[in-house]
T-cell receptor, first 112, second 111 residues
Framework: NAGVTQTPKFQVLKTGQSMTLQCAQDMNHNSMYWYRQDPGMGLRLIYYSASEGTTDKGEVPNGYNVSRLNKREFSLRLESAAPSQTSVYFC???????????FGSGTRLTVV | QKEVEQNSGPLSVPEGAIASLNCTYS??????FFWYRQYSGKSPELIMF????GDKEDGRFTAQLNKASQYVSLLIRDSQPSDSATYLC???????????FGGGTRVLVKP
């Protein structure tokens, strides 16, 4: 009963490198989300996917891309990492509208 | 003005007392309201949700919603040291389920 699984848990990148954060849920949820959490800024929505095959921008999408590979998996890609993308990234899923989220354990990313 | 505002704290509460947390939101069309607890270095976990004006109780937690005044609060009764955490208020607008989070209130329960 894993819930939402994120990989990796920690990552250090050099400026300009690329990487993909992986997220998978086993709860048959339709909606999936990527947030970043920074001190003093709270959780901010990067991208979301209301259902398989659809993705939309959130509040802070610049520098990121996403792929909803299937109903279970929603990945976040940084094409050219910048120090401003140093953050903790959380993936979440939701069964449907007006339901709360289930969060993954997070990825702590440092860009040097 | 932030869409969802919370006092960052810390809110220091003696063990056994009631902790009272407040959250205000700016969008009158907001429909769903959530409280999450986040321990340091961990992910947020859902405590409660409320959709209608009034109070909703779940164990030691009570959520209160006043849409006319655009605020939602969380009461923690008989506070325990294990309640020491950051509490996040989140609001969903009418369309879709995207949550907007406040910055969180840090609560410290002292034995």
């Amino acid at each position: 009963n894993a819930g939402v699984t994120q990989t990796p848990k920690f990552q250090v990148l050099k400026t300009g490198q690329s990487m993909t954060l992986q997220c998978a849920q086993d709860m048959n949820h339709n909606s999936m989300y990527w947030y970043r959490q920074d001190p003093g800024m709270g959780l901010r929505l990067i991208y979301y996917s209301a259902s398989e095959g659809t993705t939309d921008k959130g509040e802070v999408p610049n520098g990121y891309n996403v792929s909803r590979l299937n109903k279970r998996e929603f990945s976040l890609r940084l094409e050219s990492a910048a120090p401003s993308q140093t953050s903790v990234y959380f993936c979440a899923s939701s069964e449907r509208d007006n339901y709360g989220y289930t969060f993954g354990s997070g990825t702590r990313l440092t860009v040097v | 003005q932030k869409e969802v505002e919370q006092n960052s704290g810390p809110l220091s509460v003696p063990e056994g007392a009631i902790a009272s947390l407040n959250c205000t939101y700016s969008d009158r069309g907001s429909q769903s309201f959530f409280w999450y607890r986040q321990y340091s270095g961990k992910s947020p976990e859902l405590i409660m949700f409320i959709y209608s004006n009034g109070d909703k109780e779940d164990g030691r937690f009570t959520a209160q919603l006043n849409k006319a005044s655009q605020y939602v609060s969380l009461l923690i009764r008989d506070s325990q040291p294990s309640d020491s955490a950051t509490y996040l208020c989140a609001v969903a607008k009418a369309a879709g389920n995207k949550l907007t989070f406040g910055g969180g209130t840090r609560v410290l329960v002292k034995p």
